[in-house]
């Protein structure tokens, strides 16, 4: 009997850091954990590569894969499609291996929905000062584009309640050792390893 | 605003390992984590250190502690009483310190009564083989307390599904990791933090 993987969904308002915590624990996780690739409708940026750091679809193709049922969550933002293919996550999870997904939080709270046993964990700013200097630091920001987007983050907090974790990106080293520590405990969680406990148990008699 | 500390208990059944993991467990944790001294009424051993191994108690102190509700869990075993001092607990917490329980399993769901928000863990063997070589390596065994401790723990596995977390003591030093993982997480876990969180955004406000 293979014990399931985890789907690990990193999520969290805009500014959290949720890119960088992905990227630095990625290093870290064992050959058992899958960073899941989503798919997308704009066109791909120098250096990125098809498969690798997204499906690259037609947006007619990512219509058609919503209308199959086949994005586990999706989402359109500024005006392209962005969504993460249901197929290989059910695949490489009844496989025992993990997959880690890094998402808005629209789209996390949309697997919650389908996986109801993913684990999703909510990545926030220290403070709501330090969120507001890291929008500022991109400086890509117009005063409008700013309030619209730290109005939105400050507003998304509220949707703490509907996550299993909440981990502070103080620093990125703390972070991504707490989210390795979710990520082993829920492993060992007995609600849900209970199945194949008791397997254990009868093999044992 | 404080975040309580937690309670967390280490058991399993006897040969598990407990004794090991809790004292290899010990120089990982933070000044914030505390070993719990027990009560006992048996003499005291060679070395051992009032306050420190256990606090040592008279029967009739003791049943006067069972009398009080001052025993947060107690059992008898060869004639003496063990038991978790409940004030000591209680007071921790309070301060924002976890608390590390290492007791026998009917212990640890006396403890999940009175503290149902406690972390309960379930050290295991690796497999009934490697418990019955335990039990046996301790060379203190006849054949009939032999039989009469394997069948025990043979029993108590099936209390399973009453526990928070299974780890499987297959090397101390990765059982170690995952006590520490669990922890970790706990602290994290958003059912356990809400009105902290809460605080929080209202601050924010």
Known sequence: MVQKGLLIVLS???GAGKGTVCKAL???VTDNTKLSVSCTTRNPREGEIEGVNYFFK?????RQLIEEDQMLEWAEVYGNYYGTPRRYVEETLV?????????EMQGALQVRKKFPDCVLIFLVPPSLDELKSRILGR??????????????????MKYISQYDYVVVNDQVETAVEKVRAIMQAE??????????YNSLIQEGK
């Open 95 to 103: 496989k025992g291996h993990n997959v880690f997904l890094e998402i």
């Open 12 to 14: 969290g308002p805009s």
């Open 26 to 28: 990625m290093p870290h």
């Open 58 to 62: 037609s947006k007619d193709e990512f």
């Open 139 to 156: 400086g890509s920001e117009t005063e409008e584009t700013f309030n619209l987007r730290f109005g939105a983050a400050a507003d998304e």
């Open 187 to 196: 492993l060992c969680s007995v609600a849900r390893n209970l199945e194949y």
